[in-house]
């Protein structure tokens, strides 16, 4: 069996502002970390491969200090590590990273699972999964919070908003990954000790064989065009004194929103 | 590829600095000059007075004069359709008119025929309705495949759906193969008065930043949609549509749907709620919530909490708001004993109106509540729950 | 930094820091309150390599020293004393095989111990021999290829969940403490049950228990050692594990303290946070000093046994005796900074202050401790 696991370094989410002054992300500071449902879907790749055995791939798309986050997921417990990076992946939206990656991995070859976060909590768009998924050709699942190999199918279970549904997929599949798989288990030691020694290759456009016109910002059709602090919100009346007289404002204040 | 400076333009006023959302340039010898960060998002081009930047791109001229129509995708819910589709018939109908196109509705299903008339009265001028037993169940892959055929053969200008965890599974799959960009869980979506390109506004880390995303030079422009963002419109009388069913060829194997178990729905959905009531970890212990509930009974209101509380096993996973749980938006949402962490913020502030109670003046839920109470919760939510009795009549 | 560390050590120390922070303090009051054994968080310390951090390589450990399984039983005692002591007592388990162990023995029985598959416990007290080790009834005796014991083990930490166990008993009566021999027990050797299970004031999360040889009947290859070993073996065992209790004692204190800092600093009386006073300030400046000395002695001790001296008792005992004293101290002090808070079970100091109690028991009680001191010192000095 081989796994090739998805993974994003994302900047710890609720540390990045914009500064109100300039209009400008305020980034200085802020902590790089996997995307925390990519180490979802390392533990899932983790767990089949304590049920079934083989090899765990860790792919990702980045500049190069997202080495960093692919020596960590060998700390996990992924045996191989490979970073695509490369000046014109730059700029990439989903479509091109979906690209990208589909090349990568048809590349690594021989492979029976994908299994990728749900979602990345940067972009908290959900979509290169099935993206992905589709420029392979693979059966898919997003949502999956259990999966067993059974009779060479892929059997899932995945998460709806109104209940959870079973689904067998032919391999080779591709799933994607909540938490509700279970935390991901802690770095070993001895994972530790092999990340630090690990060799990552770095695959460039060349090296994955990449359409100039389908990759980073070339190949990306949406554009941002403009970012900006979400509107300031709450007319913060704030009451301090004692409880009956504060629900007594509060009360008339509510009648306009609700019938009180 | 990099920003593009036409020197003879530039006077190294700055300005591009100021503005880049990214931080990535600087100038080097009077010059700008941008690194590794830069995003190329344009945001300098447009400030530039002087028109010296540029972006790298070639002109990408597709078939994109020929696209045209508002489609919404017309996810099912039993037999009903998700409450967002009707709130995009909605928003639809109104780009449709700005851009003087039609609003077109696909459903996929089986025997879903029926329902498609329900879409017309929503102002819908088409209904492509495609029906088949093996569409029956929910099937990314059969899904994808009739709608990337539709879509193909009829060249949408947009094409909108919700983003449900189903919307926003399948859906990606119909831009990868049409190569066209797609803009996940929009809250705000407005046509470009200048470009007539559809304006597809965002939040982005965690809901810290809203981003406004356009999709130029392909089509559709896709987007999925956060519901209970836009109203849910009332049915139009007398609207005429017509109900187009298409063929389905072959559909593609290689996921069989075994089980779908319907989740044991407690009480309402709190995302259709008007008003939700939130406990955090000031609550103490699972057994007050015995004092949430009566005020709860009071207003009609459902329960949800923060990831502590539900970490701590107070209430089950499904009440979770927040980044890792649910995203609400009732007219009012009441804080109880939550100090508003950003990952719950996110899931609330599309609420009409918050009502903070906490006992620390300085917790950050006040600052995003339109009213609050700093005081003991067991103190105030009795007091809350007389004084509404009082007001109705009811106290003895 | 005060103690640099060469990577490996940063590596094992992070990891264990980890599965305490993650693992160990949200679970560590329900433990405690149910007396339940962690066998979830032994499960995740066994995946994350920590039992095997002494054993060499060749017995599927890592091949790292005392130094730097006290960095690793440091940080998981910050989380939990009781789980801290289960990982310590199978270290403790594990040293006699370690030390004294054949090579077909240091292949049997270390892997599964460095793999965190079964856990090890030590059995040397009796209900009659306690500081008083050499008092010990517990018998072995040869029939053939096979050696019968009888006699009943108490207050044995990991009875009844460890799988391995090393036990000293008399083969032969007549020479008293010379004629004591170790030998390794396995759960489910016909002859030997387990009695009963402990309840105890402090490291609940622990499990302390009797061990039962009814007519136990092992094979002789059990045998550690030569006969008349025993007493060599529990010594020499001894002194390896006494500067485990030092790290244990360094954790707990230092959580005592980290907990105590927060709490002061939060804590509002007379208008401010109660650290401005000066009688909590120096408490608290105290108790970092105290802890700062027993880690300086502990790291040092533990660095020199890594260098394999011949002898060693004298400093393993200084090592158990001041840093089991300071965390008593320290865990008080940290009850009294938090006064109210810090007696209720709301709050996790008094648990500590609980646990660190037994450090001055275990392993040899403090008295004893300063027994082995000053036998020593008079030797020294001849």
Known sequence: MKYIVCLKQVPETDKVKINPETGTLIREGVKSIINPYDLYALEAALKAKDAYGGKIVVISMGPPQTEEALREAIAYGADEAILLSDRAFAGADTLATSYTLAQAIKKIGDYNIIFCGKQAIDGDTAQVGPELAYRLGLPYATYVHKFEIKDGSLIVERDLDDGTQVLKLNLPALVTIVKEIGEPRVPSIRGKMKAKKAKIPIWTAGEIEADEEKIGLNGSPTRVVNVFSPPARGKKEIFTGKPDECVKQLCERLGEVISI | MELILDKNKCTGCGQCVEVCPFGAIELKDGLPVANDECRLCGVCVRKCPEGALALPEKAKKRDIQDARDVWVYAEQKGNDFTGVVYELLGKGRELAQTLGQRLVAVVIGHEVEKHAHKLINYGVDVAYVIDHPELKDFNEKKYAQVLIDLIKANQPNIFLAGATPRGRSLIPQVAAALETGLTADCTGLEIDPDTSLLLQTRPAYGGNIMATITCAHTRPQMATVRPHIFPRPEALSGHEGKIVKVEVEALPQGIEVLSFVQAEIEGPDLTEADVVI??????????????????????????????????AGWLSHRYQIGQTGLTISPKLYIACGISGAVQHIVGIQSAKTIVA??????????????????????????ALIEEIKTRRGESS | ??????????????????????????KRAELDEKEEFP??????????????????????????????????????????????????????????????????????YLPPIARGEKLAAFGLTEPDAGSDAGAIKTTAVKDGD????????????????????????????????RGASAFIVEKGDPGFSFGKREKKMGIRASATGELIFEDCRIPKDRLLGREGMGFIIALKTLD????????????????????????????????QAIINFQAVAHMLADMATQIEAARALTYTVCKYIDTKPKDFSKYAAMVKLFASDMAMKVTTDAVQILGGC?????????????????????????????????????????
């Open chain 2, 278 to 311: 939130g406990v955090g970890r000031g609550i103490k212990g699972p057994e007050n919530l015995k004092l949430i509930e009566k005020l709860a009974c009071l207003l009609n209101a459902q329960i949800g909490g923060t990831r502590a509380v539900v970490d």
């Open chain 2, 357 to 382: 109670i906490n006992k620390d003046p300085e917790a950050p839920i006040f600052e995003v509540a339109d009213y609050g109470i700093v005081g003991d919760l067991f103190e105030v939510i009795p």
């Open chain 3, 1 to 26: 930094m005060l103690y640099p560390l060469i990577d490996e050590q940063e590596m094992i120390k992070e990891v264990a820091r980890k599965i305490a922070e993650e693992r160990i303090v949200p």
């Open chain 3, 39 to 108: 066998w979830d968080i032994l499960k995740e310390m066994a995946q994350a390599d920590l039992f095997g951090i002494f054993i060499p390589e060749e017995y599927g450990g890592l091949g790292f020293g005392a130094f730097e399984n006290c960095l690793a039983v440091e940080q998981i005692a910050w989380g939990c004393a009781g789980v801290a002591t289960t990982y310590a007592a199978s270290g403790l388990g594990a040293y006699p095989i370690l030390l004294f162990g054949n090579e077909e023995q240091k292949k049997k």
């Open chain 3, 146 to 177: 096979y050696y019968i014991l009888n006699g009943t083990k108490q207050w044995i930490t990991n009875a009844g969940e460890a799988e391995i166990y090393t036990i000293i008993a008399l083969t032969d009566k007549k020479k008293g403490p």
């Open chain 3, 240 to 271: 390896y594990a006494r500067p485990g209790v030092g790290a244990l004692a360094v954790g707990l204190a230092q959580a005592a303290l980290d907990e105590a800092i927060k709490y002061a600093k939060q804590r509002k009386q007379f208008g």
């Open chain 3, 342 to 382: 810090g007696y209720m079970k709301d709050f996790p100091v008094e648990k500590m202050m609980r646990d660190a109690k037994i450090l001055q028991i275990y392993e040899g009680t403090n008295q004893i401790q300063r027994n082995v001191i000053a036998r020593e010192l008079s030797k020294e000095y001849k």
